[in-house]
């Protein structure tokens, strides 16, 4: 079993920062490509960051010079730095892990971020 733990979401003011943190344990094997993604309201499931195993990220436009992924392989860690925060990136924020040769993902529980004006 792999359990995927998520940390860090909360209500901020429009500007202002928060710093997830997703950790991977259990049955941890060859670990792939980590990532965030996110749940807007009247909205699809959306990915919002990816991180690549040699560390190449890509990053949605909508963040992209606000949000920054990063990962701790040996704590078998990914993090999103969101910063600028806006009211439209309100939402419950995912972690997903990719592992092994046949790339299965797993998902987090989810954690609420809540961005006021």
């Known amino acids: 079993q792999v359990q995927l733990v998520e940390s860090g979401g909360g209500l901020v003011q429009a500007g202002g920062s928060l710093r997830l943190s997703c950790v991977a344990s259990?049955?941890?094997?060859?670990?792939?490509?980590m990532g965030w993604w996110r749940q807007t309201p009247g909205k699809q499931r959306e990915e919002v960051a990816v991180?690549?195993?040699?560390?190449?990220?890509i990053i949605a436009d909508s963040v992209k010079g606000r949000f920054t992924i990063s990962r701790d392989n040996a704590k078998t860690a990914v993090y999103l730095q969101m910063n600028s925060l806006k009211p439209e990136d309100t939402g419950v924020y995912y972690c997903?892990?990719?592992?092994?040769?046949?790339?299965?993902?797993?998902w987090g529980q989810g954690t609420q971020v809540t961005v006021s004006s």
């Open positions: 997903k892990v990719e592992m092994g040769v046949g790339r299965t993902d797993y």
């Open positions: 259990g049955s941890i094997f060859k670990l792939q490509t």
């Open positions: 991180i690549s195993t040699s560390a190449g990220t």
